[in-house]
């Protein structure tokens, strides 16, 4: 499986930007797909994530915020990200499950900045 993590890059708090990732190779079995992000000194958090039969969870931060989304056609998922934060920066990771969650891979990381 690989994961291809894209739409970081540099935004003004209040902004909003949508981050993809497409996932290709054996996906078949999938679990679930979700986002992390790793802000400078601390450790990778969850952000959001999206399971097979569509059930989402998001972290406290972000609820109201931002919105995961899976097109399966695609073999995408999507995180929209509104009202964005300076304490939204860090490296934002896709990550994919599969296999009864014995099986886990991560996207290489797309950048977020907010800062003004």
């Known amino acids: 499986v690989q994961l291809q993590a894209s739409g970081g890059g540099l935004v003004q708090p209040g902004g909003s930007l949508r981050l993809s990732c497409l996932a290709s190779?054996?996906?078949?079995?999938?679990?679930?797909m979700g986002w992390y992000r790793q802000a400078a000194g601390k450790q990778r958090e969850l952000v959001a994530v999206?399971?097979?039969?569509?059930?989402?969870n998001y972290a406290d931060s972000v609820k109201g915020r931002f919105t995961i989304s899976r097109d399966g056609a695609k073999n995408t998922v999507y995180l929209q990200m509104n009202s964005l934060k300076p304490e939204d920066t860090a490296v934002y990771y896709c990550?994919?499950?599969?296999?009864?969650?014995?099986?886990?891979?991560w996207g290489q990381g797309t950048l977020v900045t907010v800062s003004s």
């Open positions: 190779g054996s996906i078949f079995n999938i679990n679930g």
């Open positions: 999206v399971a097979l039969g569509g059930s989402l």
């Open positions: 990550n994919l499950i599969k296999d009864s969650y014995t099986r886990v891979y």
